[in-house]
């Protein structure tokens, strides 16, 4: 069992950054694949970023690449997210997720527990 909660969402403005954080509980925290998805109003779900149990070979979505680094620390039970140079168009609610040690994809339907969100907004 894994329960997760984000935090470090925020209002920011475009150009900006932030660095969001998903707290882990459970003492199967690194045994999971962990991943951070996003959700604008009226559009699906959207994969962000994954980052394996060792934290080795994260991987991203191409609106995220060279600009947000997905890291963990597992001592700290901890996954973050940074994110630079931030754009009115990643206004979302964002999530993190734990799906399998063997799953390193972006499927959200691969992912077995999820945080209750956190939203970040850009502003122009």
């Known amino acids: 069992q894994v329960q997760l909660v984000e935090s470090g969402g925020g209002l920011v403005q475009a150009g900006g950054s932030l660095r969001l954080s998903c707290a882990a509980s459970g003492r199967a925290f690194r045994r999971y694949t962990m991943g951070w998805f996003r959700q604008a109003p009226g559009k699906e779900r959207e994969f962000v970023a994954v980052?394996?149990?060792?934290?080795?070979?994260?991987s991203y979505a191409d609106s995220a690449k060279g600009r947000f680094t997905v890291s963990r620390d597992n001592a700290k039970n901890t996954v973050y997210l940074q994110m630079n140079s931030l754009k009115p168009e990643d206004t979302a609610v964002y999530y993190c997720?734990?799906?399998?040690?063997?799953?390193?994809?972006?499927?959200?339907?691969?992912?077995?527990?999820w945080g209750q969100g956190t939203q970040v907004t850009v502003s122009s």
């Open positions: 997720a734990a799906a399998a040690p063997y799953y390193s994809g972006s499927a959200p339907g691969a992912y077995d527990y």
């Open positions: 980052i394996s149990w060792s934290g080795g070979n994260p």
